[in-house]
């Protein structure tokens, strides 16, 4: 061995630092092995938003939680698709509802401040132990305490000074006084920031950046451009890794453990291809290091395997101007609906992002569904985001040269630019209209949810103020009004 440490972690993603910080509170010596450039994972370009039950904030405002209540929920939602599988035992869950407590706990004691989102609901609430909050997310963090090292802090897609329960707010700019207010007061605290020398970060750079900075203080040992190629077994048991260094082999002791936090495979297509077919590595927005390097080497080791097929996916617009942009809360919203290949429309557009992900590729199985279409009408248009473009705004030409955008004056026009039966476009378009007009998806149950409301429109009421209304045709349900003029994106 080239060099010894009691532990070494695999990877900088949040379980990476949270278990260096453990090791180094026992007195240990941990250093953290990371490919890139750059620290923080996937975890610090995520939304940073931790799912965790019966948790300190939710019992401080009186909101009632149990682990029993949690663990109720977690096994109705994991037991309805996959079943009991090696990486989700009940044991298993029961840990992480156990632990994710006195993980936020510990990691408050470390410095680190958290606080809960205002909403967020559980994303299958309608499950037994459901509930409208459990979130807990990392304050905002002035990314330059980070010194030098904030330039190793891997940046967080989004650039906004917000908290990311609040950005959620932003793409109602058009139609929200809250969301112009959040505007504004992101704008004052840019300003503020570059007169006082501080610049904000959010979600999961932000989580990321205090966890960089808690590992540092505590004597966390970083090495970046450091790419595991080998786990070393001795024994029967894993003693180290080997990294490349100066182009020779060096060898890394772990006299305690090795922890592989290496992430998915989000960047190997071969892996792709293999374990979830039909999907594309140019579509996702996971860090470009995550290419399944352990996974890998695990299997040559020996190592059993397990849930290969499962992914957190997250639908994406491929607009021809802004890459992969993320859909989710963009189709959730009034006036669209999405259909396959074959213009019927076959899932509830509005719930989790897993479920629509699942609900797609197994479509795909039967009737080609990837890509999908979706179908929006002038009011869409002039209301939500679509893509990487503002409300109202006028699409860029690109869109309509790719063939990414389409639009027509009737259905059975935009089902002809889309090639798909103009008969079935219509029928599937008016029953999702009936549906919209008695405020009841009966096919899907868009809107059923507390989660899928909380992601349409929230401006619109529930419910239609009276029958004779101008608006009572279509505002039944806040995620599935009537359409009217059309166009089509996949
Ligand atoms: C845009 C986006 C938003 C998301 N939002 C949320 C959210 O709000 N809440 C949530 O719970 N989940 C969210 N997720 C999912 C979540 O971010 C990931 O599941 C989680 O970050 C994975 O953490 P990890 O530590 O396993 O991997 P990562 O954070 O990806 O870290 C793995 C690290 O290992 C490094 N690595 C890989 N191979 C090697 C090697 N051979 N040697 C050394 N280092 C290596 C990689 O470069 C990478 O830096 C989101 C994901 C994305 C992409």
């Known amino acids: 061995m080239d060099e010894q440490f009691d532990f070494v972690v695999v990877g900088s993603g949040g379980g990476s630092m949270s278990a260096a910080l453990v090791m180094r509170e026992a007195g240990k010596s941990v250093l953290v092995l990371e490919k890139t450039d750059l620290l923080g994972g996937s975890t610090a370009k995520s939304g940073g938003v931790m799912w965790i039950p019966n948790n300190r904030f939710n019992a401080a405002e009186g909101i009632e939680d149990s682990l029993e209540k949690a663990e109720e929920y ?178 890394i002791s772990a006299r305690l453990g090795v922890l592989l936090n290496a992430g998915g495979f989000s960047h190997n297509q071969e892996m792709r291809d293999q374990y979830i077919p039909h999907t594309r590595k140019e579509w996702t927005h996971a860090a470009e290091g995550d290419t399944g390097d352990m996974h890998r080497e695990l299997m040559r080791i020996g190592a059993a395997m397990g849930q290969m097929e499962e992914m957190v996916g997250n639908q994406m617009f491929m607009s021809p101007t802004g890459g992969p942009v993320g859909a989710q809360m963009q189709l959730a919203k009034p006036h669209a609906f999405m259909v396959d290949q074959t213009g019927t429309r076959y899932m509830n557009e509005g719930g989790s992002y897993m479920l629509f992900c699942q609900s797609m590729l197994e479509r795909h199985k039967t009737v080609p569904a990837v890509p999908s279409w979706v179908i929006m009408d002038s009011q869409f248009k002039r209301y939500h985001m679509m893509a990487d473009s503002m409300p109202g705004s006028n699409k860029p030409a690109e869109w309509f040269s790719s063939g990414f955008l389409k639009t027509a004056p009737t259905i059975e026009e935009l089902a002809g630019e889309i090639d798909v039966d103009p008969a079935t476009l219509k029928a599937t378009t008016e029953r999702f209209n009936t549906f919209a007009r008695n405020g009841k998806d009966e096919d899907f149950g868009r809107g059923d949810r507390e989660y899928d409301k909380w992601l349409g429109d929230i401006r619109r009421p529930p419910t239609p103020r009276s029958a004779r209304s101008r608006k009572a045709r279509s505002t039944r349900c806040r995620s599935c009004p009537a359409m009217s003029a059309l166009s089509a994106a996949r």
């Open 74 to 251: 977690l096994n109705a939602v994991v037991e309805a698709y996959p079943g009991d599988a090696p990486g989700t035992s009940r044991e298993k869950r029961r840990t992480y509802i156990v632990e994710a407590n006195a993980m936020i706990d510990f990691l408050m004691r470390k410095g680190i401040p958290f606080e809960k989102a205002p909403k967020w609901p559980d994303y299958y609430d309608d499950r037994p132990g459901g509930m409208l909050t459990r979130t807990v997310h990392a304050k905002l963090f002035n990314v330059n305490e980070l010194g030098e090292w904030k330039h190793k802090l891997r940046p967080n897609s989004f650039p906004y000074p917000l908290p990311i329960f609040d950005g959620v707010m932003l793409p109602l700019i058009k139609r929200s006084w809250t969301a112009r207010r959040l505007a504004v007061t992101m704008t004052l605290r840019n300003w503020l920031g570059k007169l006082t020398g501080k610049k904000w970060v959010t979600a999961g750079a932000a989580l990321q950046g205090r966890m960089l900075q808690a590992a540092l203080n505590a004597g966390v040992e970083f090495r970046t451009g450091a790419e595991v190629k080998e786990i070393v077994v001795a024994n029967d048991a894993v003693t180290g890794v080997v990294i490349e260094k100066g182009g020779k082999q060096w060898q």
